[in-house]
C-alpha cells in the first residue's frame, strides 16, 4: 500500500510538471505583450520597458517559467496586470465560493445518486426502475445553465424561496451563504447526478451477474443481502472514477453557473482576466483547476486502492 | 427416504423448453453422476435444486430435498436451506470467489448467515472448514485475498464454503472443468473424501464420462433436456441401451483409424530453444524479473508424423508453439522446417512460414466475425507471392471446404451460422488451403463435445492420410493425444522430460511427472 | 447461467436482421425520430424559414406564441421558430465536426497505441491522453475561444480536441480486447503485419464501440456548443445560435418566459433523442447488455 501510495504520489508529481509547462508555454505563445496592453497604445518605450522589466517579462523563457513556478510553490502567485495586487489574494477569494459550491453540488449529487441507483438495479425491470432510467435520461439531456434559468424562474421569482443571484459573503453568516448556494449547486448537482445514478446501476447490474454473486447466493444470501454485501462495493471502483471526473467538472463548471446566477466565483475571475488580457491570472487559475483535477485522481487513485485490495500489492 | 428427489422436473426460460420430465434421486452418501453435452440440461437441474434459476425460468414437477418441496418454498426459506442443507461448487473458480474480501471472511460468512454465532466464533470454524479442504493455516491465514491463491486453491476455498456447514448434499458442477488433471485428481479426491467423511449426498455434474465413471455409484446420461440413461457405475458401461449412451460412450474411447507414414527425414527440427520473458518491474528502480517460459527445448518432427506435445497450463507450450510458427523471436537455439530457419536475421522467413499452419483452440474466437467463409479462408494466401486470383482461387476454396466436409457453397456464410464442430472445420480448412506440410494443431479439440471430437480427430486421421501431412499436436488431454499420435513429448516447466513413441510413453512411463500424469487422467472402465 | 457474460464486441447477428431488431427497439425509433426532426429542421433552414432571421420587426417585439408566430417572437421581434431552425445548423455542424475531429485523430492514435501495447509510443499517448483529461475542458475551451476570438470554428476546435482521448482511449481498449483474439493470431500466422491488421480486422470490429460512443459524443457537443454560445464564445451575431438565445432572454426571463423555454426545449430534445439513439444502438448492437445502461 505504502509501494503503491508513492508512485501514485510520484505520478501526481510528473503529471503537475507537465502540465505547468503545458499551460506555461501556451500562455506565453498568445498575442500580445500585457504591459503595452496595460499602458494602452500611447505608452512611452521606456515606460513600457520599465513596466515589463517590473512584471518580469524580460527574461528568457527558461527563466520566467521557473520564477513563475517557483513563486507558486511559495504561495507567490505574482501580480495581477491590471488590478496590481497579489493575484494570490484575488484566487483565494474567489477559491472561496467555487470550492464550497462545487463541493455541496458533489454532495447533493451523490447523495441522489447512490440511493437512485442502488434502488434502480435492485428492482431492474421494475416501475422504479423505469421511473429513475427516465427521469436520469432527461437530467443528462438537460443544459445546466437552462436548468437554472428555470429553477430561478420558478423559486426565485415565483415563490421567492431563494434570492435570484448574487453572494452576500461567508462573513454574513454560514446559512445566508450556503442558501445563496443552493439553486447554483442544484442546477449543477441535477445533471452529474443523473450520469452517477446511472453508472451506479450499470455497474452493479454488472457485479450482480458475477459468478461470486452467485456463489454467495448459493451460500444463502438474499438477493438483498448479496447486493449489499458482495456486488456494492466491487461495483464502487467505476463509480468512485465517475466521481473523480464529476468533481472537476462541478469545479470548471461552475463558471458557467456563476454567470447565472451572478456569484464572484473562479468562472467570474477567469472571464475577466480574459477580457483584460490579465494573462498571469489566467494561467494561475487554469494551473490551480488543474492542480485539483490531479490531486482528486489522486485522491481516487488512492480510494481503488482502499476498495479492492488486488491493486494494493502492484505498484 | 431419498435425500433429494427429482420427479418430472420440466423447465421453460422464456419460450425455450430447457428440460423435460427430468427424474434422479440421490441417497446419503451416495454419488450421482450427470453426463451430458453441451446444452443438455445438466447445469440447469442442478440450479432448480438450488432454485437459483435465470429470470423467467418456470419449473414444473417436484424436487424434493430432505422433505422440503424446492418449487413451493417461499424464498426465505430456500436461502435458509442453500448453504445449510445443500452446498454448492461450481466450474469456474477463477471467478467464483468475491475479489476483495478476504478468504476467511467469506468462509465464515456462510456460518454467520446461517447461525448465530459471534464474528470470533466463524472465523474459527472457517479455519477449520478451510483445514478439512487441505489448505493449512501457515500457508493459506484466513486473511488471504482470492488473488493470492492458484485456480485449485481457489476451488478449495469454494469447497470449503459450501461444506462449512456439513450440508446433507453436495451439488458440484464441472468442479474440475478448468483445472490442470494432475490438480483435478486431487480435487476429486477430496471430494471424495469429504463425501465419505459426512455422509453427504452429492450431485456431481460433467461433460467427462471418465471423471463422473472413476467416483459416482450412479450415472444419469442426459441429452436436449432429458434424462436418457440411468444406472449404476460402473455396471451401467455394459449394459447402455439408448443409441445416443452407446455412441457418447464409443466417441470417449474413440480411436481414429491411422497408420504412420513416417519417414526418417526430420521436417521440423528444434535445437536448445530458449525464450525468456522480462517481467514488468515491481519497483521503479529494482532489476525487472525474468521468466525462462521455454529452457532449452530440443526436438525432431520427422515428415509424416503426427507428434504430441504434452504439458499442463504454465509449462510453456504456448511458448513453443508461437516460437515455431515464427510469431516470437527465441533468444538461443534455432528452429529449421526442412533446413531454413524460421526467422531469418530477425524478420519471419515467409518462404517457411507458408508451410506450415496452425488450427486454434476456440472455434467461436478464431474467426473474424465481419467476414464471409471464403474471405476468411483465403487468408494464409497472404503468404504467397502470387495468390491464386479469379477461378483458381474459386478452386482452392471449394477444395478446402469439401476436404473437411463442408459444402463449397459454404463460402458464402458468415461465421455466426456454424456450430462448433463446423467451425473448427473451416478453421482446418484455412489451414488446408495454402497446402502446408505442417500443421500444428494447439489444443484443436479441447472446446469440443465428445461426438464432435470424435468426428474432428477422424478427419485429422483422413487429411494426414490424403494429404502427407505432418501434425504436432499440442494438448493437455492425454486420452486425445494417446489416440492421434505416433510419438510424444511431456513438457513441465519449460522443458521436455520425456520423450517416445506414444504407446511406450504411456504404458512404461519413465520419469516421474510422466507418471503422475498419467496417474491422475481419469480413465473410462475397460468394458467393451 | 453458466455463461451470461460473454464479450460485447463481436457482432453476433448477421447484418440483415439488425433492420428488424431496430425498428422493433422503441428508444433507437424515438431517438431517431427525435434527432431527424432536428436535422431535417437544419436542412429546411438553408432553404425556408417562417420569417428572416435577420430583419428587425420592433413593432412585433417580445410576443408570446401566436398563430403568426408559433414560439412567439424575441425582444427585436424575430420569430423563435425560424431562429431555431437556423440554430440547430450551427448546434448540429459544430457537434458532428467536433466528433469527427475527435475520431480522425483519437481512433488511428488508439489503434497505434494498442497495436504497440507496452511500448514508449503506447505510454506517450495514453500519457498525452490523461494530459488532456486533466484540463477541465470547458476552462479550455474558453481559453481557446477567448485568445483566437469566439467563433464558431474555435469552438469546434475547443469541443474537438477533448474528444480526441475520448475516441483513443475506447479505440485502445476495445483494439486491446480484440488483440487477444485467436483470428488476430491466425492473422499473424498469416504473414500479416500490425497495421494491416489494425485496418482489416480490428477497425472494422471496433466500429460498432465508435458509433455508439459517437452519438454520446455528439450530444455532449451539443450541450457544449450551448454553453460556450451562452457565455458569449461560440457562433457570432447575427447567427443565431441556442446558446446565445438563451442567454439574451435571461433578463426578460420574468416577463417573457417564452423566450427562454424554446431554445432550451430544442436542446433539451435534440440531446435526448441522441442519448437515446445511443441506448438504441448499444443494446441493437450487444443485446447481452440490454437495459444495463
Not at chain 1, 452517477?196 to 457485479?207: G, I, Q
Not at chain 2, 492420410?465 to 493425444?481: A, E, K, Q, T
Not at chain 2, 492421434?484 to 512411463?509: N, Y
Amino acid at each position: 500500500m505504502l509501494r503503491y501510495t508513492l508512485t501514485r504520489l510520484l505520478s501526481l508529481a510528473i503529471s503537475l510538471a507537465v502540465a505547468s509547462v503545458v499551460i506555461f508555454l501556451a500562455i506565453e505563445i498568445l498575442p500580445g505583450d500585457p504591459a503595452a496592453f496595460m499602458l494602452g497604445v500611447n505608452a512611452q518605450e521606456d515606460t513600457l520597458a520599465a513596466l515589463r522589466d517590473q512584471l518580469g517579462l524580460n527574461g528568457t523563457l527558461w527563466e520566467r517559467y521557473v520564477s513563475w513556478v517557483g513563486g507558486m510553490l511559495t504561495g507567490d502567485f505574482g501580480t495581477s496586470y491590471t488590478y496590481r495586487t497579489p493575484v494570490a489574494g484575488m484566487i483565494a477569494d474567489r477559491l472561496w465560493i467555487s470550492l464550497p459550491l462545487a463541493i455541496y453540488a458533489l454532495l447533493l449529487s451523490t447523495l441522489i445518486a447512490f440511493p437512485a441507483g442502488i434502488w434502480a438495479a435492485s428492482r431492474r425491470g421494475s416501475a422504479a426502475d423505469v421511473g429513475v432510467m427516465g427521469t436520469t435520461q432527461l437530467g443528462v439531456a438537460i443544459p445546466n445553465f437552462w436548468f437554472a434559468m428555470l429553477l430561478v424562474v420558478v423559486f426565485a421569482i415565483n415563490l421567492q424561496w431563494f434570492s435570484a443571484g448574487g453572494f452576500p459573503g461567508w462573513d454574513e453568516g454560514f446559512w445566508l451563504s450556503i442558501k445563496s448556494l443552493t439553486l447554483p449547486a442544484i442546477a449543477l448537482a441535477l445533471p452529474q447526478a443523473s450520469i452517477l445514478a446511472r453508472v451506479m446501476r450499470s455497474a452493479l447490474l454488472d457485479t450482480l451477474s458475477e459468478d461470486f454473486v452467485r456463489t454467495a447466493r448459493a451460500k444463502g444470501l438474499s438477493r438483498r443481502q448479496a447486493l449489499w454485501r458482495h456486488a456494492l462495493r466491487n461495483a464502487l471502483i467505476p463509480v468512485l472514477t465517475i466521481i473523480g471526473l464529476q468533481f472537476s467538472f462541478l469545479l470548471a463548471g461552475g463558471i458557467i453557473i456563476e454567470n447565472v446566477f451572478y456569484l464572484p466565483g473562479l468562472g467570474r475571475l477567469i472571464f475577466q482576466a480574459i477580457s483584460a488580457r490579465d494573462m498571469i491570472v489566467v494561467e494561475s487559475v487554469v494551473m490551480l483547476l488543474v492542480f485539483a483535477v490531479i490531486l482528486v485522481n489522486f485522491l481516487v487513485e488512492i480510494a481503488y486502492a482502499l476498495v479492492d485490495p488486488r491493486l494494493r500489492h502492484r505498484a | 427416504m431419498s435425500l433429494l428427489s427429482i420427479e418430472g422436473l420440466s423447465l421453460e426460460i422464456g419460450r425455450h423448453t430447457i428440460l423435460r420430465d427430468v427424474s434422479l434421486s440421490v441417497d446419503p452418501g451416495q454419488i450421482v453422476g450427470v453426463i451430458g453435452e453441451s446444452g443438455s440440461g445438466k447445469s440447469m437441474t442442478a440450479f432448480s435444486v438450488m432454485q437459483l434459476l435465470p429470470d423467467g425460468a418456470r419449473a414444473h414437477g417436484s424436487v424434493m430435498l430432505s422433505g422440503h418441496d424446492m418449487l413451493a418454498l417461499p424464498e426465505a426459506q430456500l436461502c435458509r436451506l442453500r448453504g445449510n442443507e445443500v452446498g454448492m461448487v461450481f466450474q469456474e473458480p477463477m471467478t467464483a470467489l468475491n475479489p476483495i474480501r478476504t478468504i476467511g471472511d467469506q468462509v465464515a460468512e456462510t456460518i454467520l448467515i446461517h447461525e448465530r454465532a459471534s464474528k470470533s466464533e466463524a472465523m474459527m470454524r472457517a479455519r477449520e472448514a478451510l483445514n478439512r479442504v487441505e489448505l493449512p493455516e501457515d500457508r493459506f491465514p484466513l486473511t488471504r485475498y482470492p488473488h493470492e491463491l492458484s485456480g485449485g486453491q481457489r476451488q478449495r476455498v469454494v469447497i470449503a464454503m459450501a461444506i462449512a456447514l456439513r450440508p446433507s448434499l453436495l451439488i458440484a458442477d464441472e468442479p474440475t472443468t478448468a483445472l490442470d488433471v494432475t490438480t483435478q485428481a486431487q480435487i476429486l479426491d477430496l471430494l471424495k473424501r469429504l463425501v465419505r467423511e459426512d455422509g453427504m449426498g452429492m450431485l456431481m455434474i460433467s461433460h467427462d464420462l471418465a471423471v463422473v465413471a472413476d467416483m459416482a455409484d450412479e450415472i444419469v446420461i442426459m441429452r436436449h433436456g432429458e434424462v436418457v440413461e440411468r444406472g449404476t457405475c460402473p455396471a451401467i458401461f455394459g449394459q447402455l441401451r439408448h443409441p445416443y449412451s452407446i455412441s457418447l460412450l464409443e466417441a470417449s474411447t474413440h480411436a481414429p483409424d491411422r497408420q504412420a507414414h513416417t519417414e526418417e527425414a526430420p521436417l521440423l527440427r528444434v535445437r536448445d530453444v530458449v525464450r525468456t520473458y522480462t517481467l514488468p518491474r515491481n519497483t521503479l528502480f529494482g532489476a525487472p524479473g525474468r521468466v525462462e517460459a521455454v529452457r532449452g527445448v530440443s526436438f525432431d518432427l520427422k515428415r509424416g508424423e503426427s507428434l504430441g506435445l504434452v504439458g499442463e497450463s504454465g509449462c510453456g507450450k504456448s511458448t513453443l508453439t508461437r516460437a515455431i510458427l515464427g510469431l516470437e523471436e527465441v533468444q538461443d537455439g534455432e528452429i529449421l522446417l526442412d533446413g531454413e530457419p524460421v526467422f531469418t536475421g530477425h524478420a519471419p522467413n515467409r518462404a517457411v512460414r507458408r508451410r506450415m499452419q496452425v488450427v486454434f483452440q476456440d472455434p467461436y474466437g478464431s474467426f473474424n466475425p465481419r467476414h464471409r467463409v471464403d474471405r476468411l479462408i483465403c487468408e494464409p494466401f497472404h503468404l504467397l507471392d502470387a495468390p491464386p486470383r479469379g477461378e483458381a482461387r474459386d478452386a482452392a476454396i471449394a477444395e478446402a471446404l469439401t476436404s473437411v466436409g463442408l459444402a463449397a457453397s459454404d463460402r458464402y456464410k458468415f461465421i455466426h451460422e456454424f456450430s462448433g464442430g463446423q467451425r473448427q472445420r473451416i478453421a482446418i480448412a484455412r489451414a488446408l488451403i495454402i497446402k502446408p506440410e505442417l500443421i500444428l494443431l494447439d489444443e484443436a479439440v479441447s472446446a469440443l463435445d465428445v461426438q464432435v471430437r470424435a468426428q474432428i480427430l477422424d478427419l485429422l486421421a483422413d487429411l494426414g492420410r490424403r494429404f502427407g501431412l505432418s501434425y504436432l499436436f499440442i494438448s493437455h488431454d492425454l486420452s486425445v493425444v494417446r489416440v492421434i499420435t505416433d510419438r510424444c513429448l511431456v513438457m513441465k516447466a519449460g522443458e521436455i522430460v520425456e520423450q517416445g513413441p506414444t504407446e511406450r510413453v504411456f504404458s512404461d512411463p519413465q520419469h516421474p511427472y510422466t507418471r503422475q500424469l498419467i496417474a491422475a487422467a481419469p480413465d473410462l472402465p475397460e468394458i467393451a | 447461467m453458466t455463461d451470461l457474460r460473454a464479450d460485447s464486441l463481436p457482432p453476433q447477428g448477421a447484418p440483415v436482421r439488425l433492420w428488424g431488431r431496430a425498428l422493433r427497439s422503441r428508444n433507437l425509433v424515438v431517438g431517431a425520430l427525435l434527432t431527424l426532426v432536428f436535422v431535417l429542421a437544419a436542412v429546411l433552414s438553408f432553404l425556408w424559414t417562417p420569417y428572416e432571421v435577420t430583419g428587425l420587426d420592433i413593432a412585433n417585439k417580445i410576443k408570446p406564441p401566436s398563430w403568426r408566430n408559433p414560439l412567439g417572437t424575441d425582444h427585436f421581434g424575430r420569430d423563435i421558430l425560424s431562429m431555431i431552425m437556423v440554430g440547430a445548423r450551427v448546434s448540429i455542424a459544430v457537434a458532428v465536426v467536433a466528433v469527427g475531429i475527435g475520431m480522425i485523430f483519437g481512433v488511428p492514435l488508439g489503434l497505434l497505441a494498442a497495436a504497440r501495447k507496452g511500448s514508449l509510443l503506447d505510454e506517450v499517448i495514453m500519457r498525452a491522453n490523461d494530459l488532456v483529461f486533466a484540463f477541465p475542458s470547458l476552462v479550455i475551451a474558453i481559453l481557446i475561444t477567448a485568445t483566437f476570438g469566439p467563433s464558431a470554428v474555435n469552438a469546434i476546435i475547443a469541443i474537438g480536441i477533448f474528444n480526441i482521448p475520448v475516441f483513443a482511449r475506447l479505440t485502445r481498449s476495445g483494439a486491446l480486447t480484440l488483440w487477444q483474439r485467436d483470428y488476430i493470431l491466425a492473422a499473424r500466422v498469416a504473414g500479416k503485419g500490425a497495421a494491416r491488421i489494425s485496418v482489416e480486422h480490428i477497425l472494422p470490429n471496433v466500429t460498432n464501440l465508435l458509433i455508439v460512443q459517437g452519438t454520446i459524443q455528439f450530444s455532449l457537443g451539443i450541450l457544449a456548443e450551448a454553453g460556450l454560445s451562452y457565455v458569449g464564445l461560440g457562433a457570432q451575431p447575427p447567427t443565431p445560435s441556442w446558446g446565445r438565445m438563451l442567454a439574451e432572454s435571461q433578463t426578460m426571463i420574468s416577463f417573457a418566459p417564452h423566450m427562454a423555454l424554446f431554445p432550451g426545449l430544442a436542446i433539451l430534445l435534440t440531446v435526448l433523442g441522441l442519448n437515446l439513439m445511443g441506448d438504441g444502438l448499444r443494446d441493437l448492437f450487444d443485446p447481452k447488455l440490454r437495459g444495463r445502461t
